[in-house]
C-alpha cells in the first residue's frame, strides 16, 4: 500500500468518526429502567453495595465532598477496592473542596492508590475565571451503574447532620447509557482544567545522601508525618460513631431502597455542559440551560419545577412573561422559603421580584416550610429533630421528567457545568414524581396571591435571620447573576 492510499484511509477513517461519532453530552437511549432515589438512607446504602461490588472501575465526580461521616463512609470502602486493585477516580470542584480535600489530604489518598484530580483550581485573584465551576455529580461503577442528581457526598444530604438537612433526589441507572455518561466523565478528567495535586512529601523530593543521614532530614520527616496523621486516622480508624451509623445504614438501607419505585423510561436522554472556564467556551459548550428554557418554552398544559433555588434574571424573564399569558397551563413552583433555605440571599430576590407574577392564575409557588415530611425515617432522633430544606433539581414538562444537577438560578444558567437525566415516555414514573413532590411539599406555604407572601414571608424565621435578609437584599439584587 503506498503513502496516498494510507493517506486516503487515514483521512476517510478520520472523517467518518467525526461525523457518525456519538454526541457524548447529548445521548438517547430506549427502554431503560431506573430508580427513583427519594430517601437518603437508600441512596447511602445503594453507594456503599454498589462499591462493595465494583469489579474494575469507580468513578466520582462531585461539586462537594465533605471529610463527615458520610464522606468517612464512602471514602473507607472506596480505600478498601483500591486495595483491592479496582481503579478508584475522584474529580472535585476545587473551590467547593479545597479546605476538604486539601493538597495534604489528596497526598493521603494517592497512597491508597486513589487518584485525584480537582476541576478549576484557578486563585481568587482570577475573580472571573474562578466563577466557572463543576456542579455535575456522578457515582459510576464499571461503566454499568451510575447514581446521578441533587445530592453530593456530605452528612446534610444523607441526613446524617445534626443540624440541618436536606431532602434531595437521585436517578439510578444501569445499562448502555452509563458507558455514554462514563466517556463525558473521561473528558472532565482529561479536561486541561482538571488538574492533580503533585505535592510532594520528603520521601518524593530528590536529597543527596548527607542530607538524608542528617538530624535536619529526620526532623523534616516526623514534622510532615504529624501533618498527615490526622487524614490517615480519618481513612483507617474507626470510632464508635462511624461504626454505628454504618450498621445503622446496612440494617435499615434495604427497607428503604424496597420502597424506591423503579420503572422503564421507554425514551431516555442524557444532557450535559461540555468543561468551560471562560466566557468564550461558555458559548460554545454550555447547553443544558437552552435545553431547559427551550422545555420551559414548548410545555402547554403543566409545568412543574423543584429547585432549592428560583432566581429570576434575564435569562428566563422574557420566557416568564410568555407564560403568563399561556391560560391552559398550570405552573408549580416548588422551593424554599426563607426558614428552610441555606441561601436567605436567593429568597430575599425571590420574594422582592415575585410580586409581578402572582397577578393570574398561571404561577403558584409552594414555599417548603423546613419541618419533618410526613412517614419519612431516619436513623436518630437528633436527625429528625433539624430543620430541613430542599435540594433536589427535578422538572415537569406535561409527561416528561428531568432529574439532574440544573439549579433555576443564574450561576446555574451561567457558571456551571450541569447535567441532567431526562425522561420522555413514561407516564407511571412522572405520576410518581409529582405524588412525591406533593407529599414533600404537603404542609408547604402556598402563595398565589400577594398578600399569601406577606403572611408566610418570616414565618419561623429568627431576629437575626430577617436582619441579614434586608442587609443583603440589595446587594443581592445588584450581584444577581452570581447568584
Known amino acids: 500500500m503506498n503513502k496516498l492510499s494510507k493517506l486516503f484511509i487515514f483521512t476517510f477513517v478520520f472523517l467518518a468518526n467525526i461525523i457518525f461519532a456519538k454526541d ?26 454498589l462499591i462493595r461490588n465494583a469489579k474494575s472501575s469507580i468513578d466520582l465526580e462531585y461539586f462537594i465532598f465533605n471529610r463527615d461521616l458520610s464522606g468517612k463512609i464512602i471514602l473507607k470502602e472506596l480505600v478498601k477496592k483500591a486495595e483491592e486493585g479496582v481503579k ?40 472571573n475565571k474562578v466563577q466557572y ?19 453530593n457526598i456530605g452528612d446534610d444530604y444523607f441526613d446524617l447532620s445534626t443540624h440541618y438537612n436536606f431532602y434531595d433526589r437521585e436517578i439510578y441507572l444501569q445499562g448502555n447509557i452509563v458507558s455514554s455518561i462514563s466517556d463525558s466523565f473521561d473528558d472532565f478528567w482529561n479536561s486541561k482544567n482538571s488538574k492533580f495535586s503533585n505535592l510532594k512529601g520528603p520521601r518524593e523530593k530528590v536529597y543527596t545522601k548527607s542530607y538524608k ?6 526532623r523534616e520527616l516526623r514534622l510532615w508525618d504529624k501533618k498527615l496523621l490526622k487524614y490517615y486516622n480519618f ?26 419505585v423503579t420503572g422503564t423510561c421507554h425514551d431516555i436522554l442524557f444532557v450535559s455542559d461540555r468543561p468551560y472556564v471562560t466566557k468564550k467556551e461558555r458559548k460554545k459548550f454550555k447547553r443544558l440551560k437552552d435545553f431547559i428554557l427551550q422545555k420551559l418554552k414548548s410545555t402547554k398544559n403543566r409545568l412543574i419545577i423543584d429547585s432549592p433555588y428560583f432566581i429570576i434574571n434575564k435569562h428566563v424573564k422574557k420566557i416568564l412573561k410568555d407564560i403568563r399569558v399561556k391560560k391552559d397551563l398550570k405552573f408549580d413552583i416548588y422551593t424554599n422559603g426563607l426558614y428552610s433555605t441555606d441561601a436567605f440571599y436567593a429568597n430575599s430576590v425571590l420574594n422582592t421580584v415575585i410580586k409581578k407574577y402572582l397577578s393570574n392564575n398561571v404561577f403558584k409557588f409552594h414555599f417548603f416550610d423546613g419541618f419533618n415530611v410526613k412517614d419519612y425515617n431516619y436513623l436518630d432522633n437528633s436527625y429528625k429533630k ?3 430544606g430542599t435540594h433536589s433539581k427535578t422538572y415537569i414538562f406535561d409527561n416528561k421528567f428531568f ?43 402556598i402563595v398565589e396571591k400577594k398578600k399569601d407572601l406577606k403572611k408566610v414571608k418570616f414565618k419561623n424565621v429568627s431576629f437575626f435571620k430577617v436582619l441579614t435578609y434586608y442587609l443583603g437584599n440589595l446587594p443581592s439584587l445588584l450581584f444577581i447573576h452570581l447568584l
Open 24 to 49: 457524548i453530552y447529548n445521548f438517547q437511549s430506549n427502554d431503560q429502567e431506573l430508580t427513583i432515589l427519594e430517601h437518603s438512607i437508600s441512596a447511602l446504602y445503594k453507594r456503599i453495595i
Open 403 to 445: 432529574i439532574g444537577t440544573y439549579n433555576f438560578d443564574p450561576r446555574s444558567n451561567i457558571y456551571n457545568s450541569e447535567l441532567g437525566i431526562q425522561c420522555n415516555n413514561s407516564t407511571m414514573l412522572t405520576q410518581t414524581l409529582i405524588s412525591s413532590i406533593k407529599k414533600r411539599y404537603l404542609t408547604a406555604h
Open 386 to 388: 433539624t430543620r430541613k
Open 235 to 260: 481513612l483507617n480508624k474507626d470510632n464508635d460513631k462511624y461504626l454505628t451509623t454504618l450498621h445503622q445504614v446496612m440494617v435499615n438501607g434495604p427497607r428503604e431502597l424496597k420502597h424506591e
Open 213 to 218: 543521614r542528617g538530624k535536619s532530614y529526620q
Open 133 to 151: 465551576r463543576n456542579h455535575r455529580k456522578l457515582f459510576i461503577i464499571d461503566r454499568e451503574h451510575l447514581i446521578t442528581g441533587g445530592r
Open 88 to 127: 478508584v477516580r475522584i474529580l472535585v470542584d476545587h473551590f467547593m473542596t479545597k479546605k476538604e480535600f486539601s493538597k495534604k489530604f489528596i497526598y493521603v489518598l494517592n497512597k491508597h492508590n486513589i487518584s485525584v484530580k480537582v476541576y478549576n483550581p484557578a486563585p481568587i485573584t482570577k475573580f
